[in-house]
């Protein structure tokens, strides 16, 4: 796996990172520059690339120098897609360097039986009423 590292600890640059999560394979890094590039400054990105296979990892990490403009492109662009090249919506958070938090689970919600039109943007605003969301993802099979 590609190990991705942040630039701020290499330097005295602050950077603000967010999470791109949910890329599909035919998605590129110029792809991402170029819708990300319309709503902010960007300092780097990178898709996260199987080391040994060269293909995506479905994720990637997107930096900026302002914190304004990565609050821009959260609230912006977080559940962004288009019919050409973004197939399923992309899913941005703040990027989270705790583990514990990441693989524990704790704070996870688990639904079921949501009604079939619901998506995640509608999902995150129907429970961003209650507090802070980080992320959520609706899934569904072939049958719903």
């Known amino acids: 796996l590609l190990c991705y590292s942040?630039?701020?600890?290499?330097?005295n640059t602050q950077l603000y990172t967010l999470y791109i999560g949910d890329l599909t394979d035919n998605i590129k890094?110029?792809?991402?520059y170029e819708v990300f590039s319309k709503y902010a400054n960007i300092y780097s990105l990178?898709?996260?690339c199987d080391?040994?296979?060269?293909?995506?990892?479905?994720?990637?990490?997107?930096?900026?120098?302002?914190?304004?403009?990565?609050e821009i492109v959260l609230e912006k662009l977080n559940f962004y897609y288009d019919e050409k090249n973004f197939y399923?919506?992309?899913?941005?958070?703040?990027?989270?360097?705790n583990n514990f938090l990441?693989?524990?689970?704790?704070?996870?919600?688990?639904i079921k039986n949501i009604p079939s039109l619901f998506n995640s943007k509608s999902l995150f605003a129907t429970f961003s009423i209650f507090g802070k969301v980080i992320s959520c993802k609706?899934?569904?099979?072939?049958d719903g």
């Open 6 to 11: 942040n630039d701020s600890k290499n330097s």
């Open 51 to 70: 080391l040994i296979t060269g293909k995506s990892l479905g994720y990637g990490y997107i930096n900026f120098k302002n914190i304004k403009d990565a």
């Open 46 to 48: 990178k898709i996260c």
């Open 29 to 32: 890094e110029i792809d991402l």
């Open 138 to 142: 609706v899934i569904s099979n072939e």
């Open 88 to 97: 399923y919506p992309l899913r941005l958070m703040w990027k989270n360097e």
């Open 102 to 110: 990441r693989k524990s689970g704790f704070g996870n919600l688990f």
